[in-house]
T-cell receptor
Framework: DTGVSQDPRHKITKRGQNVTFRCDPISEHNRLYWYRQTLGQGPEFLTY????????KSRLLSDRFSAERPKGSFSTLEIQRTEQGDSAMYLC?????????????FGSGTRLTVV | DQQVKQNSPSLSVQEGRISILNCDYTNSMFDYFLWYKKYPAEGPTFLIS?????DKNEDGRFTVFLNKSAKHLSLHIVPSQPGDSAVYFC?????????????FGKGTHLIIQP
């Protein structure tokens, strides 16, 4: 297991289309996080799972966004009816339970461009 | 309202000299602070952290200083090396157990000149 894997690396979509991203965390990590990074900004927290339970959601996560982690392993982030403002880098991170925040490992991200 | 601020978008330092990156925060509930390093087309990688019960943490060439009264922290890199050229993000959390999301600053682009 070489780290957190995200797919696809790049996605270009037309406004109004739905997109789905996948994150495969480090296999022994129970916690999984989604962040969004727009140009010139730092990553912004979107949501967090512990095993299959979604425990926290940011107010940034509008009702067009939905995240799942059905078996407590990989996670998907879906954006419905994409808007140009959704263009960003979507980052996934994972960490083990009981380890402090320096246990976070980020993936390389999925860059979404909405045209 | 930005709770974590990195006011220098970029910093240029000569190889071998000290690099000092600064970060200010406004939320007094933050109790754990981290620095991440990011290369283009990669995700952020953890560099060093500090708990609010400490005022200094050192790891090799990297030292983080925390001044709680000023709500300020800084990252010192000495000596600076060409591979240190990257974007550095300061991040903070209200819990150390990993259950809370991190709040990041906008980042400082560090350029190490030969």
């Amino acid at each position: 297991d070489t780290g957190v894997s995200q797919d696809p690396r790049h996605k270009i979509t037309k406004r109004g289309q739905n997109v789905t991203f996948r994150c495969d965390p480090i296999s022994e990590h129970n916690r999984l996080y989604w962040y969004r990074q727009t140009l010139g900004q730092g990553p912004e927290f979107l949501t967090y799972f512990q095993n299959e339970a979604q425990l926290e959601k940011s107010r940034l996560l509008s009702d067009r966004f939905s995240a799942e982690r059905p078996k407590g392993s990989f996670s998907t982030l879906e954006i419905q009816r994409t808007e140009q403002g959704d263009s960003a880098m979507y980052l996934c991170a994972s960490s083990p339970i009981g380890q402090r925040l320096d246990g976070y490992t980020f993936g390389s991200g999925t860059r979404l461009t909405v045209v | 309202d930005q709770q974590v601020k990195q006011n220098s978008p970029s910093l240029s330092v000569q190889e071998g000299r000290i690099s000092i990156l600064n970060c200010d925060y406004t939320n007094s509930m933050f109790d754990y602070f981290l620095w991440y390093k990011k290369y283009p087309a990669e995700g952020p990688t953890f560099l060093i952290s500090i708990s609010s019960i400490k005022d200094k943490n050192e790891d090799g060439r990297f030292t983080v200083f925390l001044n709680k009264s000023a709500k300020h922290l800084s990252l010192h890199i000495v000596p600076s090396q060409p591979g240190d050229s990257a974007v550095y993000f300061c991040a903070a959390s209200t819990s150390g157990g990993g259950a809370d999301g991190l709040t990041f600053g906008k980042g400082t682009h560090l350029i190490i000149q030969p």
